[in-house]
């Protein structure tokens, strides 16, 4: 059974930075999947954040690109995302999710998700 | 505003069928059959239903159909019943650097 659980600040303040671990269980991250974020604000809808391949390999959101980070640790089995600058409109649910590959562009293990608020 | 365009609302009688609309553009929907759908529970993760436009991961009832015509693709729920009250999305391949978007949600009422 995959599982996947996100960890994360639950607060950050304007203008500093998210970190983000997904950790993944019931399955090798070093395999042929790719592992995404993808956040929801209050009321609305999803947005596509990134996807990272075990290698390093990157697809990012271009809204986002200049302010994301994202590494797998594999050892650990998980993996994370850093998001700088953060405003109070990016204060959202964020999930972890399984990719199937990078031309399927389904996500079909998600996490419960961690909510972020961004405020002082 | 979500890329993909989801009616805020739909509701059915246990039984029933009721479909979900999604409608993208010839950009997204209209060109890739990389679609899917996720039901979400509040408070918990959400579940692929459909991908590919009209497949059913294993373990997917069968009450649960995805079609595509044109820019809009469509998820029908047949027979419904009172566990299948929970928000939709749809999502979408674009071909872009964006890669990915996503609908504004169908909060679907199970009366």
């Known amino acids: 059974q995959v599982q996947l659980q996100e960890s994360g600040p639950g607060l950050v303040k304007p203008s500093e930075s998210l970190s983000l671990t997904c950790a993944v269980s019931?399955?090798?991250?070093?395999?042929?999947?790719?592992w995404a974020w993808i956040r929801q604000p209050p009321e609305k809808g999803l947005e596509w954040i990134a996807s990272?391949?075990?290698?390093?390999?990157?697809h990012y959101n271009p809204s986002l690109r200049s302010r994301l980070t994202t590494s797998v640790d594999t050892s650990k089995n998980q993996f994370s995302l850093t998001v700088t600058s953060m405003t109070a409109a990016e204060t959202a649910v964020y999930y972890c999710a399984r990719q199937p590959s990078a031309g399927a562009w389904s996500f079909d293990y998600w996490g419960q998700g961690t909510l972020v608020t961004v405020s002082s | 505003q979500s890329a993909l365009t989801q009616p805020a609302s739909v509701s059915g009688s246990p039984g029933q069928s009721i479909t979900i609309s999604c409608t993208g553009t010839s950009n997204d929907v209209g060109t890739y059959n990389l679609v899917s759908w996720y039901q979400h529970h509040p408070g918990k993760a959400p579940k692929l239903m459909i991908y590919e436009a009209t497949k059913r991961p294993s373990g997917i009832s069968n009450r649960f159909s995805g079609s595509k015509s044109g820019n809009t693709a469509s998820l029908t729920i047949f027979g419904l019943q009172a566990e299948d009250e929970a928000n939709y999305y749809c999502?979408?391949?674009?071909?872009?650097?964006?890669?990915?978007?996503f609908g504004g949600g169908t909060k679907l009422t199970v009366l």
């Open positions: 019931g399955y090798s991250i070093s395999t042929d999947y790719w």
């Open positions: 990272v391949y075990y290698n390093g390999n990157t």
């Open positions: 999502c979408s391949y674009t071909g872009t650097s964006l890669y990915v978007v």
